[in-house]
């Protein structure tokens, strides 16, 4: 009964959306675990370029199943335009499923999210301002509204009137914002129901009789392990567990299940937004990074910080998730640069670590402690053998295994489906 995960192992932007598109080939069911449309998976296959932000990476082959998981939290309109962009460019969309019990982003939690962002002033998180942390407060504390919620006309209305009271109350009183209209959001809610009702199932019984027929499972996380809302650089961090606990949380599947662990890594670093980043490069060859790759948010466009490997916190996201086995994504982005450096431990206070600190204010104060490693000069762009790297980069790849402690048995050399090289197979191939 397999079930693989794909995590994020830095801090999201790893490349997880090509990595998943790539692996769905032996997969029947591509299942979206965590997050909401603050994750941008960008695909590129023999269809076009795509960039998702709530649909499975999966979608793109026919024989898989796409499922948005009960631990997602979905905008619904944004989820229908995404649905017929896809139709649009004739890309089959009758083999999605969303979860009943996945709550809604609704239009009073990014008016929230972009208010108190703009509240913390210059200690702002950097929040992509989609509503996502408020969608999962009011899912802890119970006032939240369900997908399954907005095809009961009856049920819901009782529901979002105790949600709006309240909301009302917080956006007058503290903000001096508008208050939301009632009538017009229940209408507009009704409305999504009703396009979206082909879709919505209970995605767990789905999972089930799946996992019984032995289907391969990919679970698709989004963001990266160190913005994990447990596990991650508190403050700065997502609103979910987007490590590997929480696709057990958000799917229902229980660990034994989970068969394999992939660790997706870029092969520097980036980051979003405000938080550590011990191993950032504030320099030129940072900026050349930034542009060789397109370092820029696919959700957001903001640009992302940039810096080297970081063997540190590496190893850290390995430990929480278990990782058994990794990719390496945009080994090509480093060709012809030399030499290339790896973070092999912090220093802080006449001290060297060699293991990731708990507490943000250690964090805050690190410094790298490099390896430097000779560059390659010939071009590793879209090999798929891994007998065709150059020297210099087999040893970068070799050195990270080290580091990370899990091998590397997939590397991608570009953005497109078939450039990657499988060092070993990560999934067995489909039954039947």
């Known amino acids: 009964m397999p079930a693989y995960g794909i995590v994020g192992a830095q801090w999201g932007d790893e490349g997880k959306g090509k990595v998943v598109d790539f692996l ?23 269809q076009g370029k795509f960039a998702l932000h709530l649909v499975p990476s999966g979608i793109f082959w026919p024989h898989a199943d796409a499922v948005i998981g009960p631990g997602v939290v979905v905008n619904p309109g944004t989820l229908l335009d995404e649905l017929r962009g896809l139709q649009e460019r004739g890309v089959a969309t009758d083999r999605l499923y969303v979860s009943d019990h996945a709550h809604v982003v609704m239009p009073y939690h990014i008016q929230l999210d972009l208010l108190e ?72 809610c009704i409305e999504h129901g009703e396009a979206l009702r082909s879709y919505v199932t209970s995605v767990e019984s789905r999972i089930e009789v799946a996992l019984a027929k032995g289907a391969n499972i990919l679970l698709e996380g989004a963001q990266g392990a160190m913005l994990d809302l447990d596990h991650g650089t508190y403050p700065y961090v997502t609103s979910s567990s ?83 086995s990794c990719v390496l994504t945009r080994l090509d982005v480093l060709d012809g640069i030399s030499p290339v450096k790896v973070c092999v431990a912090y220093e802080v206070d006449g001290k060297r670590l060699t293991s990731f600190p708990s507490r943000l204010r250690v964090q805050e104060r690190c410094q790298p402690v490099w390896e430097e490693l000779p560059g390659w000069t010939a071009p590793t762009a879209g090999i798929t053998d891994r007998a065709q790297l150059p020297a210099e980069a087999l040893a970068y790849v070799a050195r990270i295994e080290e580091l990370v402690r899990c091998p590397v048995d997939v590397i991608s050399t570009g953005p497109k489906r078939e450039e990657s090289i499988v060092v070993r197979p990560i999934l067995p191939d489909r039954a039947g």
Request: hydrophobic content about 40%; glycine content about 14%; overall charge neutral.
């Open 117 to 188: 962002e703009e509240a913390r002033g210059a200690k702002a998180i950097g929040t992509t301002g989609r509503g996502i942390g408020p969608a999962y407060v009011d899912k802890i504390a119970r006032i939240g509204i369900r997908i399954g919620d907005l095809l009961d006309a009856d049920y819901l209305r009782g529901r979002l009137e105790a949600a709006v009271r309240q909301k009302n109350q917080v956006l007058t009183k503290i903000y001096g914002a508008e208050p939301i209209d009632f009538d017009q959001l229940f209408d507009e």
């Open 24 to 46: 769905a080939e032996k997969a029947d069911m591509v299942v979206r675990f965590s997050g909401g449309s603050n994750a941008g998976h960008t695909v590129i296959n023999d």
């Open 242 to 324: 987007v490590s590997i606990g929480g696709a057990c949380t958000g799917l229902g599947i229980p660990p034994s299940e989970v068969r394999g662990i992939v660790g997706v890594f870029k092969a520097y670093s980036t980051r979003v937004g405000a938080g550590p980043l011990t191993a950032e490069l504030d320099d030129e060859v940072g900026s050349k990074i930034r542009e060789l790759a397109w370092e820029y948010g696919t959700t957001t466009g903001r640009p992302r910080r940039v810096g080297w490997f970081d063997g540190v916190a590496a190893r850290y996201s390995a430990s929480i998730n278990g990782f058994t």
